[in-house]
């Protein structure tokens, strides 16, 4: 390396070099932009003519913000007779203080607009009140009458359930007694296809007067004949020694006692 050749790593040519931070010099260019940007707005603003409306509403707030002067014939007249700046109206003094404020009406509807829009959005309102409460009764009885169906079904499969219980205890058990044939048709389950078809022949045969037991009725009957005949309990699922034992025993002759 020549002598006439600097150094790029010696601190001659170092300090040289000017020092830039990156960005500072952009940021700097941005803020003054904007500083111009504003001062444009604002000299704008000052030459602009105002508009009628800026000019009433100006001229407005200034009367509204200074009191009456001695000047004016109303007030005058109100000192004649002994009113006082800030002194209530009426003959105590104790009525309005500060003037009517003004209510500028910016639309072009007519003065009972304002009433007829707020009673009609009232009505509305009640309108639509009225259509949640009656979506929501319908819900619920919706619902009720779902767990109504619910529990009645499931009330109707368990009478099934312990009606064919007791057919099958009650057959096993007038077979264990040497009779041949049930007191009623119902009182043991249907053995098949024939008796099925037997049974509906029977049933067309009898006169439209005879009365159709529901599940319920038959279960009844059948429980207390073999509570009564055999001393059986189809809910215990005991064969008592005579009457006394079954009535000291057993809690009592219906499903909801042995819950």
Same mark, same amino acid.
């Given at each position: ?110 003065? #009972? ?13 009640? %309108? ?7 979506? %929501? ?40 007694? #040497? ?12 053995? #098949? ?24 009725? %038959? ?8 509570? #009564? ?31």
């Amino acid at each position: 390396m020549s002598d006439e050749e600097e150094d790029y790593m010696s601190d001659a040519f170092l300090s040289k070099i000017q020092d830039v931070k990156p960005g500072v010099a952009m940021v700097r260019r941005v803020k003054q932009a904007m500083e111009r940007e504003e001062q444009h707005k604002e000299k704008n603003l000052k030459n602009r003519q105002k508009t009628y409306k800026e000019q009433e509403k100006e001229s407005r707030e200034a009367a509204l913000q200074s009191s009456i002067s001695n000047e004016n014939k109303g007030f005058a007249l109100l000192r004649k007779m002994g009113y006082k700046a800030g002194q209530g109206l009426g003959k105590e003094g104790a009525g309005r203080v500060d003037p009517i404020p003004l209510n500028i009406k910016t639309d072009r509807g007519g003065i #009972g607009m304002e009433g007829v829009k707020k009673r009609k959005a009232e009505e509305e309102l009640e %309108q639509y009140r009225q259509k949640a409460q009656a979506r %929501q009764q319908r819900e619920t009885r919706s619902l009720e009458d779902f767990r109504s169906r619910v529990k009645t079904e499931r009330e109707e499969r368990k009478i099934e359930g312990d009606l064919r219980r007791s057919q099958r205890a009650c057959e096993q058990l007038d077979s264990q007694k #040497g009779i041949k044939d049930p007191r009623e048709e119902w009182y043991w389950p249907k053995a #098949g296809a024939d008796d099925e078809e037997e049974q509906e022949d029977a049933e067309e045969e009898e006169p439209e007067e005879a009365v159709e037991l529901t599940s319920l009725d %038959q279960l009844q009957i059948l429980t207390s004949y073999l509570r #009564g005949i055999h001393f059986y309990c189809i809910w215990c699922g005991t064969t008592y020694n005579d009457e006394e034992d079954l009535c000291s025993n057993c809690p009592g002759a219906t499903a909801a006692d042995h819950e």
